[in-house]
């Protein structure tokens, strides 16, 4: 399986903190945000990492993580040199992934619960992850039968379908480049992930797992506080 950290975006809801860094850069705790996802990707076995930058700061993030060898892993870096959605990141790492199974995650995102071994298991098809959180609409957003099996996604629609959101972790198959070059830009002109998870949905190849512990999408002042206090918790346990 490869690995994709995906760590563009401009972070101006930190402004004036990232006037002069990456948002994936600020410090979480005791290290730099992108460490935290980049350690879910090496505790699941995952060698081969492909880390998507904006272009203000590549060089910082080369700087930091260099060639990978200090984390006995391969690192290589790609530019997003606009934001054009999640969905892009496998369309500018098609060559990376060739036919191999890939796990995303987001730059910004921290998780409390241990998924390396669900990320080992993978076989096929795609699995992703919710939580149940009381802001829905800032999210994708993922509907439940009663038997907890997903019957629909939507990329934050205008009346919320379900409180779970869908958090930054995705796991697919090779298949999902195919997906992604089929998806069809959003009223905002970006390609949604959501187009993918539908992909597999449609073809009853999705599974979605519901989180326990924390999950923190650290792209506000109070979000980037509560993934301070959750790593603070965590590292003294």
Same mark, same amino acid.
């Given at each position: 399986?490869?690995?994709?950290?995906?760590?563009?975006?401009?972070?101006?809801?930190?402004?004036?903190?990232?006037?002069?860094?990456?948002?994936?850069?600020?410090?979480?705790? #005791?290290?730099?945000?992108?460490?935290?996802?980049?350690? *879910?990707?090496?505790?699941?076995?995952?060698?081969? *990492?492909? /880390?998507?930058?904006?272009?203000?700061?590549?060089?910082?993030?080369?700087?930091?993580?260099?060639?990978?060898?200090?984390?006995?892993? %391969?690192?290589?870096?790609?530019?997003?040199? %606009?934001?054009?959605?999640?969905?892009?990141?496998?369309?500018?790492?098609? +060559?990376?992934?060739?036919?191999? #199974?890939?796990?995303? /995650?987001?730059?910004?995102?921290?998780?409390?619960?241990? *998924?390396?071994?669900?990320?080992?298991?993978?076989?096929?098809?795609? +699995?992703?992850?919710?939580?149940?959180?009381?802001?829905?609409?800032?999210?994708?957003?993922?509907?439940?039968?009663?038997?907890?099996? $997903?019957?629909?996604?939507?990329?934050?629609?205008?009346?919320?379908?379900?409180?779970?959101?869908?958090?930054?972790?995705?796991?697919?198959?090779? %298949?999902?480049? $195919? @997906?992604?070059?089929?998806?069809?830009?959003?009223?905002?002109?970006?390609?949604?992930?959501?187009?993918? +998870? #539908?992909?597999?949905?449609?073809? #009853?190849?999705?599974?979605?797992?519901?989180?326990?512990?924390?999950?923190?999408?650290?792209?506000?002042?109070? @979000?980037?506080?509560? $993934?301070?206090?959750? $790593? %603070?918790?965590?590292?003294?346990?």
């Amino acid at each position: 399986m490869k690995g994709i950290i995906l760590s563009g975006g401009s972070g101006t809801r930190l402004y004036p903190l990232t006037k002069v860094t990456s948002k994936q850069l600020l410090p979480v705790y #005791n290290k730099p945000m992108i460490m935290y996802p980049l350690e *879910i990707l090496l505790k699941a076995g995952i060698k081969e *990492i492909l /880390i998507i930058v904006a272009p203000d700061h590549a060089g910082d993030y080369l700087k930091l993580l260099g060639s990978g060898k200090e984390f006995g892993a %391969r690192f290589a870096y790609e530019i997003q040199d %606009r934001p054009e959605g999640l969905a892009m990141a496998f369309l500018i790492g098609e +060559h990376f992934i060739e036919n191999d #199974n890939v796990c995303m /995650i987001l730059g910004d995102n921290i998780f409390e619960d241990d *998924i390396s071994e669900t990320i080992k298991n993978f076989k096929k098809g795609g +699995h992703i992850f919710a939580k149940k959180v009381p802001d829905p609409e800032r999210f994708g957003q993922v509907k439940f039968d009663e038997q907890m099996n $997903a019957v629909q996604i939507e990329e934050k629609p205008k009346e919320k379908i379900s409180d779970f959101a869908i958090t930054g972790l995705y796991v697919y198959d090779s %298949r999902v480049v $195919a @997906a992604a070059k089929v998806a069809k830009p959003s009223a905002r002109g970006e390609l949604e992930i959501t187009e993918l +998870h #539908n992909w597999y949905l449609k073809k #009853n190849e999705l599974k979605v797992d519901v989180l326990q512990g924390e999950w923190i999408d650290a792209g506000t002042f109070e @979000a980037l506080f509560k $993934a301070t206090e959750l $790593a %603070r918790k965590k590292s003294q346990k």
